[in-house]
């Protein structure tokens, strides 16, 4: 009779994996009690300012974890952009430059760009890479798919802010505007 007790009672508790989540479920309910003992009606305002705190540090750590890997690879290729634009802004100071060297210069711009760039997308690929083989085997669920594209969205806002700072000193350049 004791045995077919404690057995019983073993099958109520839950397994020792599912407890953490059990203890995390009860805390919450017991959160949302107590508060919305305490604040009543006005509960539902501050469930939508903590749902929007929660969302806020999540865009911010996700747009951290973006800014790793494009500053990664952007470290990267940091020497051969500033040595062309160095180069660039060089030749555009000295007082006695020839057409035939203006057109070097933009030869040299061009090709060093187009290097450059595939540098830069292919150490930022090689880094993402990495990381995405931890979530590589999971199934493509709705929370991937959105981790995955706001983690791209970040790193095309960095991207986009990278180019409007580096655009007006390429495009500044004696050989390129004329």
């Known amino acids: ?3 077919l007790l404690k057995e019983k009672l073993k099958n109520l508790l839950p397994a020792k994996e599912s407890l953490p989540r059990l203890v995390g479920a009860i805390a919450i ?9 305490f604040l009543g009606s006005n509960m539902s305002e501050v469930l939508w300012i903590i749902t929007a705190v929660a969302f806020s540090i999540l865009f911010l750590l996700t747009f951290a974890y973006s ?15 500033s040595l ?7 030749y555009c100071a000295v007082p006695n430059r020839t057409v035939s060297g203006d057109d070097a210069l933009k ?25 995405y083989k931890n979530i590589k ?23 986009t802010q990278i180019y409007l700072v580096v655009n007006p000193i390429i495009l ?5 505007n004329g």
């Open 107 to 131: 030869v040299l711009l061009v090709v060093g760009l187009v290097y450059i760039t595939v540098a830069f997308f292919k150490s930022l690929f090689k880094a993402s890479e990495k990381q």
């Open 29 to 37: 309910a017991a959160v949302l009690s107590v508060g919305y003992f």
């Open 84 to 90: 062309l634009i160095f180069l660039a802004q060089s």
């Open 172 to 176: 500044n350049l004696c050989v390129v």
């Open 137 to 159: 085997h999971e199934k493509w669920s709705f929370e991937k798919t959105t981790i995955v594209g706001l983690i791209l969205f970040c790193a095309f806002i960095l991207l």
């Open 1 to 3: 009779m004791l045995n």
């Open 67 to 81: 800014a790793f890997f494009v500053f990664k690879s952007l470290i990267v290729v940091a020497a051969e952009i």
